[in-house]
């Protein structure tokens, strides 16, 4: 599966989940703050489409942060934007590296 099919899955879960827990939440307080004991039980219905605004919000919060990621992989800088140090060409060659201490010495004799 792709990243990008495996954050969509992802995100729906959780704006589902969190359109669910927001309806729960601002139901139970209007319940608790408004509605009284002996009166009819308000509609839900105000209630589901604030539950659903919020988490179609949050999916489109984290779907928006994922693409703006996305494009910033893929504008990777050029290789002739690199520093000079991570450049392969910038290496030393192989042979001016001492391999043992006794040619160490040597090499540092000559300078």
Do not use: C
Request: net charge negative.
């Amino acid at each position: 599966m792709e990243e990008r099919e495996q954050r969509l899955i992802e995100y729906t879960v959780e704006s589902i989940l969190i359109a669910w827990l927001s309806y729960l939440f601002f139901y139970q307080n209007y319940l608790l703050y408004n509605w009284h004991r002996g009166l009819p039980l308000p509609s839900r219905l105000p209630f589901v489409f604030i539950g659903l605004l919020i988490g179609t919000l949050f999916f489109w919060y984290e779907w928006r942060k994922f693409e703006k990621e996305l494009e910033r992989k893929s504008h990777a800088p050029l290789k002739s934007l690199l520093p000079v140090a991570l450049k392969e060409d910038a290496a030393p060659p192989e042979d001016s590296i001492p391999e043992s201490p006794d040619e160490n010495e040597t090499f540092t004799q000559e300078l």
